[in-house]
């Protein structure tokens, strides 16, 4: 698992609110949540999953309910920069050899009174590094991890960064403090654990609960720690079978332990497939004073249902999928405020290299140089500025093309990775160059085949505009878009491939796992030695350094012919006009990245 979140496009977040009373003027503390104000939050996809760091937990829908519940060592703020949590201090105590200590506060506790410490974050690093992995993967037919027999140690998640700890962690005779020792520099080490929703995982003294029968918190951490340090693996293989999949739910579990959590906020219903409240915890002995006492996610997949419970009052704060119908609606209402930008999720067109299609050197007589002149042409013909033009402006006046990558507009490197990666070449259709490339590579009419999803209206005006355009240089475009184009991606059916990624943060480690040689998001099978040896210099990379490397990145797959990113989605942002502090943040968790300072009036 890389951090960093598949997009379906049409499952967009919706959201919704309701609010039922606000505190008196002049009453009371400002940073004390008025026990009558409630908050209603409308999402497309149910929560499955206290544990976000699993491939099946990894999804928004867990994410933005996680990210209230558990403290954290940091989270992204509205200029896309790392803010202190609440959790402790993270510190590079070395260089060489890189060493990262983490030191807890003193209130950083479980809702049950256990300490946040040391077990919690050494269990995290188990989990995340597959280090302790005996097998490669474990999974069914259908993708689903399978439990561990005994002799099977499996983790379901991998970082690069974790992976890169191989040694058992120096630890304070408190657990307060917990030192790495990375194998070598590592750019992302600030960022590799207790980031934004993820916190520090699930607690240790819950896992060893369940995994191996021990009810005393201090003796089942120290139970963890031991299994971790001996790499134990019968001890491993419960722990991971707990890790894996003992947190998910689709409903109130009756098993409290289930629901321990370091923030202020705790679970206190979840029907099936309806919704989940959330109700401060009295408990909390963090700094964090969010103001409203009760927040509510209901779940519905239908953006126009939310926007007509906007105007019947019922919901007053809702960020559904941006659509021209949404808009038009919501603009119609009295007392409601639209705010248009970017959303978390961007748009990219994605080639197939190892298929024997039209882009693949196999197909070419085994020419890369000639390969590479069809992707190119390919790329001269999609008409990236007329889609943002005709999908997205009408929903976002100020939207541009996305001209990165990896960085999200706005973020710190994203302007001088921009100048530098040679996407401006891409700025206009040429389909007399485009010609020129396909007629010395020697080829004529070559078939591409797209797959999109076909049921979403902006992937389908996508792909009509990509296929007029790619026809008049001589393509012959093959609609091979299906619903079910998640579970295709890597199986060799498509050469050009529409979908959306949502990152996670602004790391430059984060897209590793997209373009290195047979890596797990690399579905197209692209393959460069020269990208892969800047992606281990990405790796090891100084701040100073960071910039300079992730342009080159970027440079090598333009000239590549990788692909192309096309746009951010565009968001709406549509809420009653008494909601203050209402904003959004182009990473995870988007709208729900600055809750403790909602406030009603």
Not at 97 to 120: C, E, R
Not at 536 to 541: E, G, H, S, T
Request: net charge negative; glycine share 8%; charged share 30%.
């Amino acid at each position: 698992m890389n951090k960093r979140f598949l997009a379906a496009g049409a499952s967009v977040a919706a959201a919704a609110m309701v609010l039922t009373a606000c505190t008196p003027p002049g009453g009371g503390d400002d940073n004390d949540a008025s026990k009558d104000t409630n908050l209603n939050i409308g999402w497309n996809e149910s929560f499955r999953s206290m544990n976000t760091l699993t491939a099946n937990g990894n999804a928004t829908s867990n994410a933005i309910l996680t990210y209230l519940m558990n403290d954290n060592f940091g989270y992204y703020n509205d200029d896309l920069e790392v803010t202190d949590g609440n959790l402790g201090k993270v510190e590079r105590v070395s260089e060489d050899p890189l060493k990262v200590k983490y030191s807890f506060n003193d209130d950083a506790k479980w809702s049950d009174g256990t300490p946040v410490d040391a077990a919690d974050l050494a269990l995290t690093w188990a989990g995340m590094s597959s280090n302790f992995n005996t097998v490669e993967s474990n999974s069914d037919d259908e993708g689903n991890v399978k439990k561990n027999d005994e002799d099977t140690v499996y983790f379901d998640s991998s970082t690069i960064g974790a992976s890169l700890i191989k040694d058992f962690p120096e630890i304070s005779d408190d657990g307060k403090e917990l030192t790495f020792e990375y194998t070598k520099p590592y750019s992302d080490w600030a960022d590799e654990f207790g980031i934004g929703a993820d916190g520090v995982g699930v607690p240790a003294h819950i896992v060893a609960k369940k995994a191996l029968g021990i009810d005393d918190a201090e003796k089942g951490k120290q139970a963890i720690l031991d299994a971790i340090k001996d790499k134990d693996t019968k001890k491993l293989s419960k722990i991971s079978n707990v890790w894996n999949t003992g947190f998910d739910f689709t409903s109130m579990p009756e098993d409290e332990d289930l629901l321990v959590h370091s923030g202020p906020y705790k679970m206190t219903k979840f029907e099936e497939g309806q919704y989940v409240t959330l109700e401060l915890d009295d408990n909390y002995s963090g700094p964090t004073k969010p103001k409203i006492n009760t927040i509510t996610v209901r779940y519905n997949g239908d953006p126009m249902a939310m926007v007509q419970a906007v105007e019947n009052g019922e919901v007053d704060l809702t960020q559904p999928q941006a659509t021209s119908d949404v808009l038009s609606a919501a603009e119609d209402l009295d007392g409601v405020k639209v705010d248009t930008g970017d959303d978390a999720t961007y748009e990219h067109v994605d080639f197939t290299f190892d298929n024997k299609g039209p882009f693949d050197p196999a197909a070419n007589g085994g020419d890369e140089d000639k390969a590479r002149k069809v992707r190119q042409a390919f790329l001269k013909t999609v008409p990236r500025q007329d889609i943002v033009d005709k999908i997205i402006k009408p929903l976002n006046p100020d939207a541009k093309t996305r001209d990165s990558f990896n960085q999200v507009p706005g973020s710190p490197m994203y302007d001088a990775i921009v100048k530098g990666n040679g996407m401006e070449e891409l700025k206009e259709v040429d389909v007399d160059g485009a010609k020129k490339l396909l007629k010395e590579a020697g080829v004529d009419s070559p078939t591409v085949r797209v797959m999109y999803d076909n049921t979403n209206s902006r992937r389908q005006q996508e792909f009509q505009l990509i296929k007029e355009s790619a026809e008049k240089a001589g393509f012959e475009i093959k609609d091979v878009g299906d619903v079910n184009w998640g579970t295709r991606l890597g199986d060799g059916t498509y050469d050009v491939a529409l979908f959306g990624w949502q990152s996670e943060g602004t790391g430059i480690t984060e897209s590793d796992a997209n373009y290195r040689t047979g890596a797990q998001n690399n579905y197209g099978g692209y393959s460069s030695k020269k990208t892969d040896k800047i992606l281990d210099k990405i790796l090891v990379a100084p701040e100073e350094d960071q910039e300079k490397l992730s342009t080159q990145l970027e440079k090598q797959l333009t000239d590549d012919a990788f692909g192309a990113p096309l746009f951010q989605f565009p968001s709406l942002l549509i809420y009653n006009e008494k909601l203050k502090n209402a904003s959004t943040i182009t990473v995870s968790p988007t709208l729900m990245w600055n809750y403790w300072e909602w406030e009603v009036n």
